[in-house]
């Protein structure tokens, strides 16, 4: 079994629509992190949790929101989804014992139309 | 202000030669350094890593160069496989209270049997 896992991995959706993106992991990280890359531009930050009671913005909130469930659990929300939000999200565990190396899930690509 | 810069978008080797990949960083406060590896329909996984406390670090047929001075590093693979063609990203970490990865807009990196 994957030790990070999205849902859904595919979704299609239109704007103005509220959409909710899920990430579970196995490998007991108190890290988590929500990434989306679009192309030609690598891996951004949209936010991070170092544990559930810790919510951090990263380098492009906007537009989102995310909630951390349980240490395992931890989901992105586009409250009105915009055609600019079309790309890949990834959502990552982090180790910090061994310098921050992060583990990701396999993406979830979203349409926005 | 890109921090992490790959400005080589995509590179073709011939299997069983080296594939040398760079990287360039600004931020003098990095000071851990990675590569990741991503295929397509895949999430990037963790490839090898180095501190600034060392100039090089090997893993097999990968090896990763830190020239500080520079502010630059290499990911070299030796010999190539028609398996290592994949995106290849470098990301950095550093500076106190720093938890977060700087990514580069990655590298596809094509072997040719």
């Known amino acids: 079994d994957a030790d990070v896992t999205q849902t859904p991995r595919n979704r299609i959706t239109k704007t103005g629509k509220r959409i909710m993106l899920e990430c579970s992991q196995t490998?007991?990280?108190?890290?988590m992190y929500w990434y989306r890359q679009d192309p030609g531009l690598g891996l951004r930050l949209i936010y991070y949790?170092?544990?559930?009671?810790?919510?951090n913005k990263g380098e492009i909130s906007d537009g989102y929101s995310v909630s951390r469930q349980a240490q395992a659990k931890f989901s992105l929300s586009l409250e009105s989804a915009i055609p600019n939000q079309t790309a890949l999200y990834f959502c990552?565990?982090?180790?910090?014992?061994?310098?921050?190396?992060?583990?990701f899930g396999p993406g979830t690509r979203l349409l926005v139309l | 202000d890109q921090q992490v810069k790959q400005n080589s978008p995509s590179l073709s080797v011939q299997e069983g030669r080296i594939s040398i990949l760079n990287c360039d960083y600004t931020?003098?406060?990095?000071?851990?350094f990675l590569w990741y590896k991503k295929y397509p329909a895949e999430g990037p996984t963790f490839l090898i890593s180095?501190?600034?406390?060392?100039d090089k670090n090997e893993d097999g047929r990968f090896t990763v160069f830190l020239n500080k001075s520079a502010k630059h590093l290499s990911l070299h693979i030796v010999p190539s496989q028609p398996g290592d063609s994949a995106v290849y990203f470098c990301?950095?970490?550093?500076?106190?209270?720093?938890?977060?990865?700087?990514f580069g807009k990655g590298t596809k990196l094509s072997v040719i049997p």
């Open positions: 490998k007991g990280h108190d890290r």
């Open positions: 949790s170092f544990d559930v009671k810790d919510i």
């Open positions: 180095i501190s600034s406390i060392k």
């Open positions: 990301a950095a970490i550093g500076g106190a209270g720093s938890y977060q990865l700087t």
């Open positions: 931020n003098s406060m990095f000071d851990y």
């Open positions: 990552a565990t982090g180790d910090p014992a061994s310098q921050e190396t992060q583990y």
